[in-house]
């Protein structure tokens, strides 16, 4: 019986692509590095960890530098955030929105998704097993995590054990587990 749904955030429950697009680029040409384009954000930073990109795009610099970077110049992209057709009517149509206690963010694992560190994490905080939560992702690198984790994985906009391009589709799918 599932008694859990885990969200992943950027690309399900907001749209932070361009936020971070714009903060990443901010932050190359701060440290006085060459900016890059849609294309190379999408395919090689965009959904993978930071540590596994910052060498490639950073060389010679701590990443705790980049980081604290990063940390102080947030506020300046959050109009570029934007919030995901029906996140709160589903949320609330589900009688959900207020169960959202447990919040894991990307700094709180050593490894980045596909790794499926952040889902043990959820698991351990939640107090279940795999077989009691599903996980809401829109990359294939929440797909791996999600298999390598034996979580059965919603696919949002992309396939899965099951797949919704509508958060909205939740409903008719969590009737099912």
Do not use: C
């Not at 919030?83 to 919040?103: A, D, H, T, W």
């Amino acid at each position: 019986m599932i008694k859990a749904i885990v969200f992943d955030m950027d690309g399900v429950l907001i749209d932070s692509f361009t936020a971070w697009f714009n903060r990443f680029n901010n932050t190359l040409k701060h440290f006085g590095f060459k900016q890059i384009d849609l294309e190379e954000f999408k395919n090689h930073i965009w959904a993978i960890n930071f540590a596994e990109t910052a060498n490639k795009y950073f060389p010679g610099m701590k990443i705790d530098k980049i980081r604290d970077y990063y940390f102080k110049t947030f506020e300046m992209f959050v109009k570029d955030i934007k919030k995901i057709p029906n996140v709160k009517k589903i949320l609330e149509r589900l009688n959900i929105l207020q169960y959202f206690s447990v919040i894991i963010g990307g700094e709180m694992v050593k490894k980045g998704k596909p790794d499926p560190e952040i889902l043990f994490v959820a698991l351990n905080k939640l107090k279940m097993k795999p077989e009691e939560i599903f996980y809401v992702g829109d990359t294939i690198y929440d797909k791996q995590a999600s298999e390598k984790a034996k979580i059965k994985f919603i696919g949002y906009k992309i396939d899965g054990d099951e797949r919704v391009d509508d958060l909205g589709e939740l409903i008719n799918i969590s009737k099912t587990f």
